[in-house]
């Protein structure tokens, strides 16, 4: 891919959406934003750069289109297995005690995680008095989180991450397979609460025992990494627990001192003041 | 030559490998010149979540020091940088490290091309892409942007490869500057710096 789209019209860009739509991706990471952009670009076949930008300025159903482009929504269920292992032996034995349980996951994406996760919860019988509330910037992801049909072809994968994460049971249990798809059992979904959220410019709704944010933060600058965490803390019960991808770190953020890291490898904080 | 004063630096050492690599990496670690000034960065493509192994036995191998790349970390020269997997590996402008969990790109992640490409960009002339064996066509693409973008192009010479088919492909798409045996990789990678000692 030759990158047509050159680094002051990418600024173009950003400040376009920023002024009319109210979006702002100026303190995300420039590198893969570009290749988002430029693959975009290529893949929807614009003659010109001028076209290109007055589609996005015009077209409210393109920009749609656009950010759901830019953004990277790849994921998968029970992604990383180890990492769930371990929310099932020392995390939810924690959330257990509680009367009433509150779960954000922060950038969602189409679902899987959170299926995951009420999955563990269903299987500690804590799902009853949980609620997982879903958000991310992108409206149509979370439309297909709604309706909980994942293509057939990925789940030998998920079942294998499944059984890898200490997952007892028939994965099968959980879906009924139809054609190419497989429909999530509507008594996890009806434990989610879906709504836009971004974490550039909205604000803590709630407060939560345990948040999730995976490989949401690799897209964002330093300093927009470290309102992101903030918010989240803002958003966390004193003891709760903060849980972010694989190679993603508080190490380096401002609220890193009051937390602490289980004593293990997986990236998974607790707030401890 | 007297313009070679004004040539950039060498800064950055990209080396992508599948198949039949890692035996090539092994062996240039103990060869390399104790204290280049360069970074170093090693994409390989290997089952997710291996990482660590690799980083170990790469520190196992030689006086350098080998890590995995962490996002937002500056790159730094003298040291060698595995990209993690299940992960694109993306340098920004400022010379830190960027990941990416975006789709694969030739059934890959990390996917050579998105950093040869991305290193192309910011290191322009400064940047060295090493292709060494395996079976995909992961690599060539991102060497035509090096290539474009001023950068040098070593391939490993396919009839020293475990698996040919990916320097091959570099080669017959006339990319390569410097077509190596597996065993001349380490020497070519300290002649990069012999000259500045005269200078
Ligand atoms: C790679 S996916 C991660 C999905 C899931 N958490 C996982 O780890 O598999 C990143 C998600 O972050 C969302 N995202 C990006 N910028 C965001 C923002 N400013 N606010 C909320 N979500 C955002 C994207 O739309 C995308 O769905």
Known sequence: MEFEIQDDEIELLLQDLQERYGYDFTDYSKASLKRRINRLYSLDKFPSFALFRKQIQTDSIYFRRFVEEITV???EMFRDPSFYRILREEVLPVLATHPFIR???????????????????????????????????????????KKGIFPLRFIKQYSENYIQSGGKDDF????????????????????????????????????????????????????????????????????????????????YSTIFRKYKQLENKERIWRKIA | MAQNSIVKPIQLIVIGGSAGSLDVILKLMPALAPSLPVAILIVTHRKASSEDLLVDLLNSRGSWPVREAEEKEPVAPHAIYVAPSDYHLLIEKD???????????????????????????????GLVAILLSGANADGVAGMKRVRSNGGTCVVQDPSTAEVSYMPAQAIEQGLAHHILPAEEMAAFINGLFTNDKNQ
């Not at chain 1, 509330?133 to 979370?142: E, M």
């Not at chain 1, 509507?186 to 709630?206: G, I, P």
């Not at chain 2, 789709?103 to 290193?119: G, H, L, M, Q, W």
């Open chain 2, 95 to 125: 010379f830190t490290f960027s990941l990416d969990v975006s789709e694969k790109v030739n059934y890959s992640r990390p996917s050579i091309d998105i950093t040869f490409e991305s290193a192309a960009e910011v290191y322009g002339e």
């Open chain 1, 73 to 75: 929504n790849v994921t």
């Open chain 1, 103 to 145: 779960i954000w996951h922060a950038g969602c994406s189409t679902g899987e995680e959170v299926y995951s996760m009420a999955i563990l919860l269903r299987e500690a019988g804590l799902l009853k008095k949980s609620l997982l509330y879903a958000t991310d910037i992108n409206p149509g992801v979370l439309e297909r989180l």
């Open chain 1, 172 to 251: 099968s249990r959980y879906y009924t397979a139809k054609y190419d798809w497989a429909k999530f059992d509507e008594q996890l979904t009806a434990k989610m609460v879906v709504a836009t959220h971004n974490l550039v410019s909205d604000r803590s709704f709630n407060e939560f025992q345990l948040i999730f944010c995976r490989n949401v933060l690799i897209y964002f600058d330093r300093n927009l990494q470290n309102r992101a965490l903030q918010l989240f803390d803002d958003s966390l019960d004193t003891l709760g627990f903060l849980a972010l991808g694989a190679k993603e770190n508080l190490k």
